[in-house]
């Protein structure tokens, strides 16, 4: 665990999230990889409005309290996100209370805007069509976004996706900073830099894709097929899964990662009571750089200066 700002001052966030994004499991086998994950011991799950699986996770907390698993939903913590289609001021407190309802809960414990980026178009859809892509306006979708904490809707705001530039710009005039940026990093994408300007400004850096999606349409296998990964893991006796989850847990930042596999999911958080050396750490520190979300690829049909520069800025590091 380790701790973010929120309403009620500093509060626990488990540094371990299970990622709920799929793109081969039904309702049936999210609500089921809740409450199994629950069993194994993740307090942490990370949905979104774009995911779809808002509504299964939310089935899955009530039978994981049906069955005594956990005695309330205090003990969980549930992030969700503002989609795209919602990222303009007035839209953002409709929008919380529409993923409140899939999830049938009173409150999230942090809601991030998924992208700084504008559909307009009513439903989620991706990828967005060229003509629907527009710019955010970050100080507008802020407020919105504060206004959700304010009201009690969430008790943390953070950001997604997210360059230090656009970040800097909401710390110009928030009167809640982002207490999360959610970004892509594995040891093929380390974002040191990020991770430096989160650290100064008490931003906790939380990665997804830590293992590069491996097997989902999103993703790629060359975090698990890394060379230098592979030796470690085999000198060691682990395997390049939890590898790359320790070296990411050194970093300092937390992580969601997703299994609907028992066997991965406890496999997923064995990664405590043994450590990566300089040696070892110096070895990946020098693997080569490659990003692999980009928002033109997937989320939009076509790049325009808008999604260009979103991308550009999110490629520094
Ligand atoms: P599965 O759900 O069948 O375990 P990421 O967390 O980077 O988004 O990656 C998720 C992908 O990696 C999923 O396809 C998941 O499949 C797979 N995965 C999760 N944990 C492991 C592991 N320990 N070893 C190999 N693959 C894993």
Same mark, same amino acid.
């Given at each position: 665990e380790t701790t973010i700002s929120s309403s009620n001052g500093r509060r626990t966030i488990p540094l371990i999230g299970m990622g709920m994004a799929t793109d081969k499991e039904g309702s049936d086998k999210v609500?089921? *990889?809740?409450?199994?994950?629950?069993? @194994?011991?993740?307090?942490?799950?990370?949905?979104?409005? $774009?995911?779809? %699986?808002?509504?299964a996770v939310g089935e899955g907390i009530v039978e994981a309290l049906r069955q005594g698993l956990i005695k309330s939903r205090a003990e969980l913590f549930i992030t969700t996100k503002l989609w795209c289609n919602s990222a303009e001021g007035h839209l953002v407190l409709p929008a919380i209370k529409r993923s409140l309802q899939n999830l049938g809960l009173e409150y999230v414990d942090l809601y991030l805007v998924h992208w700084p980026l504008k559909q307009n178009q009513d439903e989620i859809k991706i990828p967005i069509p060229k003509e629907?892509? *527009?710019?955010?306006?970050?100080?507008? @979708?802020?407020?919105?976004?504060?206004?959700?904490?304010? $009201?009690?809707? %969430?008790?943390?705001?953070?950001?997604?996706?997210f360059a230090p530039r656009r970040i800097e710009e909401i710390l110009s005039f928030a009167k809640i900073p982002p207490a999360v940026n959610q970004v892509e990093m594995n040891p093929i994408w380390q974002q040191k830099k990020l991770n430096e300007f989160c650290k100064k400004n008490d931003i906790l850096l939380t990665a997804y894709s830590?293992?590069?999606?491996?097997?989902?349409?999103?993703?790629?296998?060359?975090?698990?097929?890394?060379?230098?990964?592979?030796?470690?893991?085999?000198y060691k006796g682990k395997t390049v899964a939890q590898i790359s989850l320790r070296w990411i847990y050194e970093q300092g930042v937390s992580f969601v990662v997703k299994s609907f596999n028992t066997k991965r999911m406890k496999q997923n958080l064995d990664i405590f009571d043994w450590s990566l050396t300089e040696e070892e750490l110096n070895k990946i520190s020098h693997i080569p750089q490659r990003k692999h979300i980009y928002l033109n690829g997937s989320v939009v049909t076509e790049p325009n200066d808008v999604t260009a520069e979103i991308d550009a800025d999110l490629s520094y590091q």
């Open positions: 609500k089921a *990889a809740v409450l199994e994950a629950i069993k @194994v011991g993740y307090r942490h799950f990370d949905t979104a409005a $774009l995911y779809g %699986t808002e509504t629907s892509i *527009a710019a955010i306006n970050i100080k507008d @979708v802020w407020e919105g976004m504060e206004k959700c904490q304010t $009201l009690g809707l %969430t008790k943390s705001i953070g950001v997604s996706n830590p293992l590069g999606a491996s097997g989902t349409i999103w993703g790629h296998n060359r975090v698990l097929e890394c060379d230098v990964l592979q030796d470690i893991a085999k």
